[in-house]
Each structure stands twice: as structure tokens, then as C-alpha cells.
């Protein structure tokens, strides 16, 4: 892998790193499965990352060919998937997004009988596989212009599933020794990252709309 693709390689999985943040879905998984068999854990977490792999990459390849039929430039989705990504990463400094997710947790516990299928909602969508995600997906398959770019992308979202399914199979034991404390820390330090990855996104965005040509 020469410069040029290890630099993208890092640049997608850092971003996707951020706006999966397994690290903050991994509590909120150990949450809705907390009382159930170990092998029905195991078996949500495999399906979910499944699920949530299988959505990345429809809109990865798809998301360009939809954006052409509804009209939108994909210069427009770089800015509105920038300001997406601006308002996930203000929800992560100050754990709005953290909070949503554990108040849709608790509903789902109070529904619950029975062990329940989670693996599609709320865990594949749209935890693991939500707007940010797709458009993160989408924005850097648009900037591919070859076989090669794109493949080491979607390479980046594989090593990120990892990532995911690793985390949401000892996510119980993690969430024991680490506590809230710690994810907290970890949210909101990409909470920062992902503020400044988003304002690039606008920026380029900006610039192609009034100073491309």
C-alpha cells in the first residue's frame, strides 16, 4: 500500500472510528442484553454488525446513483453531511447523543419479554449504521475515483465492524472494569476530532460550490 492509500485508509477509518464510536454503543449494548443468555449476546452483536455492514455498503455504491435521481449535487451532501457530522460531534462534547441512546435503551427494557431480536433495531440502525455513518460512506466513495480507492475505503469500514463486533462481545466485561466515567472521556475527546473532520467536509464542500473551474 503505497502513501497515497495509507493515508486515505487512515483518514476513513478514523472518521468512521469516530462517528461509530463502538466505544459508546458497546455500554448501551451490554444495557439491552444485560439478564440474557451469553449465546444470544454473542449471536446480536454478530447480526448487528452484519446488518449495519450490509447498509454501509448499499449506500457506499447506491448512494451516489440515489443522489442523482432525487437531483442532489454531491457537492451539496458534502456540506449537509458536514453539518450532520458538526451536530453529532456538539451532541458528543456535551452527551446529548450518549443520553438518547440510553433513554432508547430503557425503553426497550421496558418492553422487553422475552430475549428480543435487537440485531436490526435499535443496534444495526441506527446505532452502529446511522446518518452519520452512511453519509461519512457516501462522501468518501464520491472522492473515489478508482477501483483501488474504493476498496481500500471500504476496507476501512471492515476494520472498523471489527472493531464494533470486538467491542460488543466484551462489551459487559469492559463496561465492569472501565465504568461510565471513561466512555464519557472517550466520547467527548472525538466528540473534538469529529468537530473538526465535519468542518473540513463544509469547507471542501464550500469551496468546489464557489471556486471550482
Given at each position: ?71 442532489v ?17 456538539l ?12 433513554s432508547r ?60 463486533l ?12 472501565l ?26 464542500g ?8
Open positions: 500500500m503505497d502513501t497515497a492509500m495509507l493515508d486515505l485508509f487512515l483518514t476513513a477509518f478514523v472518521t468512521l472510528f469516530v462517528v461509530i464510536d463502538a466505544l459508546g454503543v458497546a455500554p448501551i449494548f451490554a444495557t439491552m442484553t444485560a439478564g440474557q443468555p451469553t449465546a444470544h449476546s454473542r449471536a446480536m452483536a454478530i447480526k448487528g454488525t452484519f446488518y449495519a455492514s450490509l447498509l454501509l455498503l448499499s449506500f457506499a455504491f447506491g448512494g451516489e446513483w440515489l443522489l442523482g435521481r432525487m437531483g449535487s454531491l457537492d451539496a451532501f458534502r456540506v449537509a453531511g458536514g453539518l450532520m457530522l458538526l451536530l453529532m460531534s451532541e458528543m462534547l456535551f452527551e446529548k447523543r450518549q443520553a438518547r441512546r440510553e435503551a430503557e425503553a426497550m427494557l421496558e418492553d422487553e419479554d422475552g430475549p428480543e431480536d435487537i440485531s436490526v433495531f435499535p443496534l444495526a440502525i441506527p446505532l452502529l449504521g446511522g446518518p452519520g455513518s452512511i453519509a461519512a460512506m457516501m462522501i468518501f466513495m464520491s472522492q473515489a475515483h478508482d477501483l483501488t480507492s474504493k476498496a481500500v475505503i471500504v476496507g476501512a469500514m471492515g476494520a472498523n465492524m471489527l472493531f464494533a470486538i467491542m460488543l462481545l466484551i462489551a459487559p466485561w469492559l463496561l465492569h472494569k465504568g461510565h466515567t471513561f466512555g464519557a472521556l472517550i466520547t467527548r475527546v472525538f466528540g473534538v476530532i469529529l468537530a473538526a473532520l465535519s468542518m473540513q467536509l463544509i469547507i471542501d464550500l469551496s468546489h460550490v464557489f471556486f471550482a473551474g
